[in-house]
Each structure stands twice: as C-alpha cells, then as structure tokens.
C-alpha cells in the first residue's frame, strides 16, 4: 500500500448531482448510483489502475474492480458518491472489508493516511508497526496466500534473479547493464504493481545498493536512476 494523491473530482460529479444521486440511493439502497461509467473510470484511475489497499493491477487476469466505500454506504448514506470516500479496490479485500466501519475499527485510508507510518514490507509479506496496521492487514485481507502473498513472492524473487543476471553485463556493456538496471528500478515505482514490497527488497538488496556504488564510482548516476530511486523510496515500507 502506498499513499496517494487524491486527484480533482470528476468534473461530471456536480454538488448538484451528487446531491441527486444521494436522495436517489436513501429511496432506494439498491440503487447503485456509484456505478456510472464516469465515477468508474474516475475512480480506477486514482491508484493508477491498482486496488488502493493491495496494489494489484485491477482488470487484468480476472481480478475485477469493485469500488470500496471507505465509509460504508449504509451506514453514510451521505459519503455514497462523495469524491474522496470512493476507492479502487480489488474484489477480494472488497469482500473482506464487508460493512467494516473506519469510526468503529480505525484503518488506512491511503488518500489521506500515509501506509508506511503503519505497515512493512519483507519479501512480499506485509507486517504491522500497530494497531492500525494490524486493522488494516486483518481487514482487507493484505496477506492472502492465493490472491496477494504468492504473485508478491513470485515478482519479487523474479525481480532478485533479474538483479543476478545483469551482473555480466556491467564489464560487457556498461550502457546496456545501466538500462536493464533502470527496468528493473521501475517496477518498485508508483504505478508498478505491488509497489510499496518490490521498492522495499530492492532498496534493501545487496546486490542494487552495490550496483548503486560501482555506477557512481564512473559518474553514471544519472538524473533518471536519481528519480527512480526518490519514486522507489516514496513507494517502499521498511520496517
């Protein structure tokens, strides 16, 4: 989980209209009015297409969005289309989080909280500093084997055999190791999936921060690996 930036309200979302779409929902709960095509794509747009509590890349491989009332939408009827209450969240910690209410059992909300205050990361395991991590793990679900715990691991043991093979390259092709270097960096980035645990191992891995050594030691540290590691460091959760 990484924070994120909230961005300005969809321009269609009107106080008039969110006025409107709240009395229609108070006549009739059923009504999902939350559900327009442009709070859609707005909202799935806010975590760069990524469950704002997981970080799973949303729409890809079955794994559907659904759109998590941070405060639920019984008890607030209020917040139902409130620009700010609505988040992208993968369907599994969706259903996890259920009618969990935030006033009641204090969670991370990443729009306005920032997750590493509360969480870390440790080879695709999120772990808890307090309470309101351990609510926020427990409540959405954050180390589900099947769907979270294991594509995490896989990536990020990936990404570790991907920091071995590049070895070579640095007396082969310096250029070519420093681009291959810059991939890998990216994948720890904002709108990489799992963000916050791959930016954290790689940050950590003895064989980047030595990589990181030998390419400043030939003035190679460049604007670019500059900005990839400030986005790798903003997204990581060490303990």
Same mark, same amino acid.
């Given at each position: 989980m990484i924070k994120i930036q909230l961005p300005e309200r969809p321009s269609k979302l009107t106080k008039e209209l969110e006025l409107e779409l709240v009395e229609r929902f108070?006549?009739?709960?059923?009504?999902?009015?939350?559900?327009?095509?442009? %709070?859609?794509?707005?909202?799935f747009d806010i975590a760069f297409g990524k469950c704002a509590y997981s970080e799973t890349k949303l729409k890809e491989e079955g794994k559907d969005m659904q759109i998590d009332h941070f405060y639920p939408k019984?008890?607030?009827?209020?917040?139902?289309?409130?620009?700010?209450?609505?988040?992208?969240?993968?369907?599994?910690?969706?259903?996890h989080k259920g009618d969990t209410d935030p006033a009641s059992v204090a969670l991370i909300n990443p729009l306005f909280d920032d997750p590493?205050?509360?969480?870390?990361?440790?080879?695709?395991?999120?772990?808890?500093?307090?309470?309101?991590?351990?609510?926020? %793990?427990?409540?959405f679900d954050l180390n589900n084997q099947s769907y979270l715990f294991i594509p995490r691991s896989l990536l990020i043991k990936e990404i570790g055999d991907s920091l071995i093979d590049i070895e070579p390259w640095f007396?082969?092709?310096?250029?070519?190791?420093?681009?291959?270097?810059?991939? %890998?960096?990216?994948?720890?980035t904002q709108k990489a999936a799992y963000s916050a645990a791959v930016s954290t191992f790689i940050l950590e891995n003895k064989k980047y921060v030595g990589?990181?050594?030998?390419?400043?030691?030939?003035?190679?540290?460049?604007?670019?690996?500059?900005?990839?590691?400030r986005n790798m460091e903003f997204c990581s959760m060490r303990k």
């Open positions: 108070k006549r009739d709960t059923n009504d999902c009015v939350w559900k327009a095509k442009f %709070i859609k794509d707005a909202v019984l008890a607030y009827k209020e917040k139902v289309v409130e620009w700010g209450n609505l988040l992208p969240s993968l369907n599994v910690c969706n259903r590493k205050e509360h969480l870390y990361a440790n080879n695709g395991f999120i772990g808890y500093k307090d309470e309101i991590g351990r609510n926020t %793990i427990d409540t007396e082969i092709d310096i250029s070519r190791f420093v681009i291959r270097l810059k991939q %890998i960096m990216s994948k720890g990589y990181k050594e030998l390419i400043k030691k030939k003035l190679l540290w460049d604007d670019e690996l500059c900005d990839l590691e």
